[in-house]
Every structure is written in structure tokens, then in C-alpha cells.
């Protein structure tokens, strides 16, 4: 949801979640492969394992601080609904405990393998949890102008977030993907992807061995 400052009005919630989560998926993937190589201590690698802790701490803070109790007030007195945002709040903690832990393992030579498919599974159950639940009823609740205070919000508290984001979605996505999610967005942003953000994504060469 760190996406919002991408300007949800020229994309839906729907698209902007499922890309960000298509790509905390796929460097996951990265991150196992990695590990299961022996190579989790590569400097490429170890770049775009904080690049990836980045993303999901402010994909989290934004839905904590921003989204979620924007959705509480809209379902105040309705128990159930309220229950799946406490659930989303809980597995965010539960979350950052296993980052924790693929840091001791990256750090002190622990069993990076089992620290990283912990960490993929609750992630795995977590994405799953909120594009059925937790998106649709934020979709259901909240009006335009709701979403543009959301935006508004994330961009105040999110300067970098489009320049961190938006090539880090389009990294390694197949050609369609790629072309529908930059369409969607504002003719400046994508101006200054082709340009700026995406060369120096590139340069990085996260997960590179």
C-alpha cells in the first residue's frame, strides 16, 4: 500500500496491492533461491534483501497508519470487520519477528534456509489473507474522497515512495504486466520511471550473485 503515492485515482486499489504483493512474492522467491545456494551473503544479494525489508515496512506503516483506521471508523460497530483489520495488524507484527530473524541468520550464519521459508509461508498466508479479505472491505467502505485524503496522506509521509516502488514492481515482469501497470499511471511518473527511476534501480543490481 506503499503505492498510494502513485495516485490511486488512475489506478485501483485492487491493481496496486496485487503489485506490490506480486512483488514481495517474487524477491521472497529470489531470497530462497539465494539461501538455498549457500549465497545468501552476496553483496547484491544482501542489497536487495534490505530493499525488500524497506518495501514491506512501508507497505505495513502505511496500511497501520493510514489505511486501516480510515477503515475502522467506516465499520465502527461491526465486530467482524473490525476483527480482520486487528488480524492484519497482528500478522504485520508477526511479520517483522521473522524479518528479525533472516537478519540473525544473515548476520551470525543461523539456518538462513528455515529462517527465510518461515518468513515466505506467514508472508504467503498473510498476502492471501488480505487480497480476500481485508482489500475487498476497504474497497466496499471507502468512497473517492476517502482515497484521495488516503493518498494525500502517503504522500505527505512518502516523498521516495513512487521512486522506490514503481521500477521495483516492474522488475523481471513479464512484458504485459509490465506495459498495463506503467499505462496506469500519471504521464509524469512514468516519465521520470524511463528516465531516472528505473536506471538507478538497475544500477543496484539487487539480487544479483
Not at 476483527?83 to 524479518?99: D, K
Not at 537478519?103 to 480476500?132: F, Q, T
Request: proline share 5%.
Amino acid at each position: 500500500m506503499g503505492a498510494f503515492a502513485v495516485q490511486p485515482r488512475e489506478m485501483t486499489c485492487h491493481a496496486l496491492v496485487h503489485a506490490a504483493h506480486d512483488a514481495f512474492r517474487r524477491d521472497l522467491d529470489r531470497l530462497a533461491a539465494a539461501a538455498a545456494a549457500g549465497k545468501g551473503g552476496a553483496v547484491h544479494v544482501r542489497a536487495g534483501w534490505e530493499n525488500l525489508k524497506d518495501l514491506i515496512r512501508l507497505h505495513h506503516d502505511v496500511e497501520d497508519a493510514v489505511l486501516w483506521p480510515r477503515v475502522e471508523r467506516a465499520v465502527a460497530g461491526r465486530r467482524a470487520e473490525r476483527a480482520v483489520l486487528a488480524e492484519m495488524r497482528a500478522e504485520h507484527a508477526g511479520i517483522g519477528s521473522l524479518i528479525g530473524r533472516v537478519d540473525v541468520a544473515l548476520r551470525d550464519g543461523g539456518d538462513l534456509p528455515r529462517a527465510v521459508r518461515e518468513l515466505r509461508e506467514a508472508v504467503e498466508a498473510h498476502l492471501r489473507h488480505e487480497e480476500m479479505s481485508a482489500v475487498p472491505l476497504a474497497e466496499s467502505v471507502l468512497g473517492p474522497e476517502e482515497w484521495r485524503a488516503v493518498a494525500d496522506e502517503v504522500g505527505g509521509r512518502c516523498e521516495a515512495g513512487a521512486e522506490l516502488f514503481v521500477p521495483w514492481v516492474v522488475d523481471g515482469i513479464a512484458p504485459v504486466e509490465r506495459s498495463r501497470f506503467l499505462t496506469a499511471l500519471p504521464v509524469p511518473l512514468r516519465e521520470r520511471n524511463r528516465v531516472m527511476w528505473e536506471p538507478r534501480y538497475r544500477k543496484r543490481r539487487l539480487w544479483s550473485l
